[in-house]
């Protein structure tokens, strides 16, 4: 099964061989990782089953200074 199959069939209640996640950590943490095991070697076995999305701006502000925004 593909990634992105496993993900379905786990979202429509399906066993699955494997059990899709995601594992979102700040960058800092992900350079200690880093020095704790000698190299980023470590970030090439995790499986990368649901990518992060965030939503697209569609209210933008102008900013006029420091403080104060207009609304686009």
Excluded: C
Aim: aromatic share 10%; hydrophobic share 35%.
């Amino acid at each position: 099964m593909t990634q992105r199959e496993i993900v379905l069939s786990q979202i429509n209640h399906q066993e699955t061989a494997e059990i899709p996640y995601t594992l979102p950590f700040e960058e800092d943490v992900g350079w200690r990782l880093d020095e704790h095991y000698g190299s980023a070697a470590w970030r090439n076995r995790l499986t990368p089953y649901v990518v992060g999305v965030s939503a697209v701006d569609t209210d933008p502000k102008e900013p006029i200074d420091a403080k104060y925004v207009r609304d686009g």
